[in-house]
T-cell receptor, first 118, second 117 residues
Framework: AQTVTQSQPEMSVQEAETVTLSCTYDTSESDYYLFWYKQPPSRQMILVIRQEAYKQQNATENRFSVNFQKAAKSFSLKISDSQLGDAAMYFCAYRSANYGGSQGNLIFGKGTKLSVKP | DTGVSQDPRHKITKRGQNVTFRCDPISEHNRLYWYRQTLGQGPEFLTYFQNEAQLEKSRLLSDRFSAERPKGSFSTLEIQRTEQGDSAMYLC???????????????FGPGTRLTVL
């Protein structure tokens, strides 16, 4: 079974600085997707960024970028120029790319709570 | 596009009562997922529909839980004889499947927070 581990329960960053959130995963599959979701306090979960395992190029979305190391099964999220609105729980998630199969659920880590100091 | 909606947003019930939650996915999405999130944890998968067919159920989904998606549109999740351990946030997500199983990002609703007294 696949697992996702986020080893940093809490992180803190100064506004305008850069922070990196860690995520490792375990799988025997070669094709899958990885995601970072953001869950602000009392608000719904939104997608930050996604990465296809077959792509070597790291995904970027504005101030958010990932460092995807497939061999090491590592998928970290870098937030540049941190803003107060970035404060939230961040969840790393894994999804199998099971062709023709029924499996489609996400497997989440326990999350990292990010605080942004003004 | 109105996004995924869930109703109610909060539900307080007494142990032993039945509760039902509703999820309305993004209109063109054919896949619908239910997750449960307890305090300090990431969401855990419960069950998944493609159109009206329930294709997968987690071991977390005991026989007190039942989910339906009639006509492949909205979905309901019912919990019978609630227990205090059922207290959690119940999240719904939807996605649009693509040919050969690629792609499809899941978009989440705001969740229903259940408190069982």
């Amino acid at each position: 079974a696949q697992t996702v581990t986020q080893s940093q329960p809490e992180m803190s960053v100064q506004e305008a600085e850069t922070v990196t959130l860690s995520c490792t995963y375990d799988t025997s599959e070669s094709d899958y997707y990885l995601f970072w979701y953001k869950q602000p306090p009392s608000r719904q979960m939104i997608l930050v960024i996604r990465q296809e395992a077959y792509k070597q190029q790291n995904a970027t979305e504005n101030r958010f970028s990932v460092n995807f190391q497939k061999a090491a099964k590592s998928f970290s999220l870098k937030i540049s120029d941190s803003q107060l609105g970035d404060a939230a729980m961040y969840f790393c998630a894994y999804r199998s790319a099971n062709y023709g199969g029924s499996q489609g659920n996400l497997i989440f880590g326990k999350g990292t709570k990010l605080s942004v100091k003004p | 596009d109105t996004g995924v909606s869930q109703d109610p947003r909060h539900k307080i019930t007494k142990r032993g009562q039945n509760v039902t939650f509703r999820c309305d996915p993004i209109s063109e999405h054919n896949r619908l997922y239910w997750y449960r999130q307890t305090l300090g944890q990431g969401p855990e998968f419960l069950t998944y529909f493609q159109n009206e067919a329930q294709l997968e159920k987690s071991r977390l989904l005991s026989d007190r839980f039942s989910a339906e998606r009639p006509k492949g549109s909205f979905s309901t999740l019912e919990i019978q004889r609630t227990e205090q351990g059922d207290s959690a946030m119940y999240l719904c997500a939807s996605s649009l499947s693509q040919l050969a199983g690629r792609g499809n990002t899941q978009y989440f609703g705001p969740g229903t927070r259940l408190t069982v007294l």
